[in-house]
């Protein structure tokens, strides 16, 4: 735009200055001509040079602004590698996580020899992804520990369970025990009970047969006493035959 404005100015100053020059004589003319000719010359050239200037400071400006080819951004691997490896819950993931590692930092290897001007930033990166596998491998470890832990635990509450039921076993059996040594006992007192009545009515039995026995024994000898004291005894006198003799 400004290479056409100053192009556009210095014919309209010519056609200005060509016709001035045709009012005026010839010797002058020709003079004027010339220094005008020059004039407009000097203001071209001073012209372009200032559009040179103004199109050098644009390309500076542009050129420090301009993003450089090679943006990558080296720090961002080792930061998603561990985030990776952060989110791992079984061996799997964990491998995952490594295998991203593994591969960015075959690909910093070779941005090493490619990309000098970043080659700390390579170097750190490359350090942080070499120590993502290590403690990914770390972490694969202690998963084993841990699901290990987790197993033995299991084992541990099912031993635990089971000594439990054991436990309300002998207890159930115990109080079973005890219940039967109280109704055994109850028995046994009830057994003695009884006995303890049906002696003392045998008891009692015995004594009433035996007073029984005593009396009537006491009554037979009386009789038999009686009739022997009846027989031992001589006949009464017949009234009759005495009054005969």
């Given at each position: ?49 200032m ?17 450089p ?10 930061l ?34 490619t ?28 998963l ?16 635990k ?31 003695a009970a ?52």
């Amino acid at each position: 735009m400004q290479d056409v404005s100053v192009h556009g100015a210095a014919p309209a100053a010519q056609q200005g200055r060509t016709r001035e020059q045709d009012g005026a004589r010839p010797g002058e003319a020709e003079g004027g001509l010339q220094s005008m000719l020059d004039q407009g010359q000097e203001e071209i050239e001073s012209l372009t040079e200032m559009i040179k200037d103004a199109q050098e400071k644009a390309k500076a400006q542009r050129d420090a602004l301009k993003v450089p080819k090679n943006n990558t951004r080296y720090g961002d691997a080792p930061l998603e590698a561990y985030a990776r490896l952060a989110r791992a819950k079984d061996k799997a993931a964990v491998n995952a996580a490594s295998g991203y590692a593994r591969r960015r930092l075959a690909q910093f290897r070779t941005a090493l020899h490619t990309d000098s001007d970043n080659a700390a930033r390579i170097k750190a990166a490359i350090n942080q992804l070499q120590k993502a596998i290590n403690r990914g491998e770390k972490k694969k470890r202690e998963l084993d520990r841990e699901k290990l832990a987790e197993r033995r635990k299991a084992a541990s509450r099912e031993s635990k369970e089971r000594l439990k039921q054991e436990l309300r076993r002998r207890r159930a059996q115990r109080i079973i025990r005890e219940q039967g040594y109280m109704r055994e006992a109850e028995i046994s007192n009830r057994l003695a009970a009884q006995l303890t009545a049906t002696q003392m009515e045998l008891r009692q039995q015995a004594q009433e047969l035996s007073a029984a026995v005593t009396a009537s024994a006491e009554a037979a000898a009386q009789q038999y006493t009686a009739v022997s004291e009846s027989a031992a005894a001589p006949p009464p006198a017949d009234p009759s035959l005495s009054f005969q003799g």
